[in-house]
């Protein structure tokens, strides 16, 4: 388990400005029973923000999400907005008094109404008028207000996720939270909606937390991502410092397929089949793993005829659009036999049984510290 010492979040750091984040979580643990879902979270948002929180599932996403709009109660801990305390001793407000946008994965609209008459739903505070041109403009803003009179069983699961988004951002709230707003949609639709949710947040101003257990569409839609394991935080940063800098294994096997290769450190490098890394800090014989992601695997055609450290052998090439997924077979420097990926423009396909040179890019090649050596 990592130590939280070991967190920091960086890159677009609300601490730094001084707007008060929009959302912040400070030490909260919540427990279900025995069951403790959420451990020592903190972290902030910051106003007009996209966060997302990532990880595998049963991870503890949902139950941060619900404790922010109030719909757990924390076992310790505080959830604040702004200067507003939102749970702790006697201060928890309600979750209608809490001014959040919710977006579930189920939408949730009302069957019996209209599509106008969910948006004007969570307006009743407000003159008629009012209500009316802020359910228009929240409409209008994820592109359904040709639909203001539909009901919405006739529409599209996408159609439906925006007429729930615009619910949530039509009485202009702070933060709005999104629990897998895409899960329900097939691949082709969930771009779409996801471009058009993208562009409506941004549009309105709210900070949002976005749970996901989809790397890309966190990538896609955060200003930075908190990855989450078993309820803690292990690393949160801009999408890119992510990718490129992970923290642990975990980390890095999150955000896509790696080529895993064991290996030991000697004059503080390790040499692989696929080629010498620097492992800075690490001392003489410690075991390290190399994560190398299969796009960092670069092949032209060789000039000899056999395999070995540099030089891997086709065993089979597949075409997958704009990449080619290419299988190899390689020798680790002990002579044994590995079996790698390689992730290879589209436009290079090589022939089976041919023997490839392997250059590797090393900013997609992570070193770190363990594994079992051989
Ligand atoms: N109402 C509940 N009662 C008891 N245990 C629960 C309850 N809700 C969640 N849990 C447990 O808490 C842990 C975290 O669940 P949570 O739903 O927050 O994870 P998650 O990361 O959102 O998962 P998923 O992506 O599958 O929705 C899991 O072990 C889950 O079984």
């Known amino acids: 388990m990592t130590d939280m010492s070991n967190v920091m979040e960086t890159g677009n750091d609300p601490e730094e400005s001084a707007e008060k984040p929009a959302l912040e979580f400070r030490n909260i643990v919540h427990a279900y029973g025995s069951v403790v879902a959420v451990k020592d979270l903190s972290l902030s948002i910051a106003p007009s923000e996209t966060v997302c929180l990532l990880g595998p599932s049963g991870c503890g996403k949902t139950t941060a999400l619900r404790v922010a709009a109030g719909l757990e109660t924390p076992s310790t801990g505080e959830v604040w907005m702004g200067d507003r305390q939102l749970n702790g001793g006697a201060r928890d407000v309600p979750p209608e008094n809490r001014h959040i946008g919710l977006v579930f994965q189920d939408y949730a609209l009302f069957p019996h109404m209209d599509v106008f008459q969910n948006v004007m739903f969570g307006l009743e505070r407000m003159a008629e008028r009012e209500r ?14 040709d639909y203001a009179e539909t009901y919405p069983h006739t529409l599209s699961g996408g159609q439906q996720q925006r007429v729930a988004l ?74 890119r410092e992510l990718y490129q800098q992970p923290n642990t294994p975990f980390v890095a096997s999150f955000f896509g397929e790696v080529n895993r290769i064991l290996g030991v450190v000697q004059g503080g490098s390790v040499e692989t089949a696929v080629g010498v890394l620097p492992a800075p800090g690490l001392s003489n014989g410690a075991p390290v793993e190399v994560l190398v992601r299969p796009e960092a695997l670069r092949l032209t055609p060789a000039t000899v005829d056999s395999i070995g450290p540099g030089y891997a052998k086709v065993l089979s090439a597949r075409l997958l659009g704009r990449t080619s997924l290419v299988h190899l077979c390689t020798c680790k420097t002990t002579g044994e036999e590995l079996h790698l990926h390689a992730r290879v423009p589209g436009s290079y396909l090589p022939v089976e049984e041919t023997i490839q040179a392997i250059e590797l890019d090393q900013s997609q090649a992570f070193v770190f510290p363990g594994g079992a050596a051989k």
């Open 166 to 239: 615009a619910r949530a951002l039509a009485p202009k709230p702070a933060v709005v939270l999104l629990d897998e707003p895409f899960s329900g949609l097939d691949a082709r639709l969930r771009d779409s909606v996801r471009d058009k949710t993208f562009h409506a947040l941004r549009q309105s101003g709210a900070a949002a937390l976005m749970v996901t257990h989809d790397a890309e569409e966190a990538m896609y839609m955060a200003d930075r991502i908190a990855v989450m394991k078993e309820g803690r935080l292990v690393q949160v940063g801009a999408p």
């Open 132 to 145: 009316r041109e802020r359910a228009l403009d929240a409409l209008s803003l994820v592109g359904m207000a």
